[in-house]
């Protein structure tokens, strides 16, 4: 299939494709994103609000771990968590006055960003034109066949990235996101609402 006439069903399918972590300012994005791993969005939205309208990045800083863990704790890996959000705020305040810096050396370097979540905060605050592979981008691409199913995300990544215009990128990345959230979901797709002809929904029809 042409990247065009995928593109074309993807905007029937998603038509007001957007980030679904909700935030006010730049850090409390970066900050949702890196919540995000192995976690959903809603869940992230439902702590974040909580933490973000209690305290301000420099009060995060200064908070201690315990008050932190306490904060995020319905999260899954929330020790963890919550030491990269202590360190990230401490980062920023130290070395951009409490900014999130378009800069990928930068935000990569940060405790808990990996090249997913910097691709997502490059895109979102920035409109810089990013492919960020997470799990739904991840399985749709290999169910639809755009990458092999042994790709790792660094090869599905290039491989997107190749496909795709540079222009389409961040539209089509918060599509195949919700694409996979929604619709081709890893139980159960509602193959009813899919207008790609992939392989998964070919062996479903087969059985």
Do not use: W
């Amino acid at each position: 299939m042409k990247s065009n006439d995928l593109c074309e069903k993807l905007n029937i399918m998603i038509e007001n494709p957007h980030c679904e972590l909700e935030y006010n300012k730049d850090y409390e994005l970066l900050i949702a994103v890196m919540l995000s791993a192995q976690c959903t969005d809603k869940r992230v939205n439902i702590v974040t609000k909580s933490l973000f309208s209690k305290y301000s990045l420099r009060q995060i800083a200064n908070l201690s771990l315990d008050v932190l863990e306490r904060e995020i704790k319905s999260l899954g890996s929330y020790s963890k968590k919550a030491y990269y959000t202590k360190k990230i705020a401490e980062s920023l305040i130290n070395d951009y006055a409490g900014k999130v810096p378009n800069n990928r050396e930068y935000l990569e370097s940060l405790p808990g960003v990996g090249r997913k979540t910097c691709n997502v905060v490059l895109s979102e605050l920035f409109d810089e034109p990013t492919i960020a592979v997470d799990t739904h981008v991840e399985r749709v691409s290999k169910r639809i066949g755009l990458v092999k199913a042994n790709d790792d995300v660094s090869k599905i990544e290039h491989k997107l990235m190749k496909y795709f215009e540079k222009k389409d990128y961040n539209r089509v990345n918060h599509q195949l996101v919700l694409f996979g959230r929604y619709i081709c979901t890893a139980k159960n797709p509602n193959c009813e609402k899919c207008l790609i002809n992939c392989q998964h929904k070919k062996t479903k029809e087969i059985l």
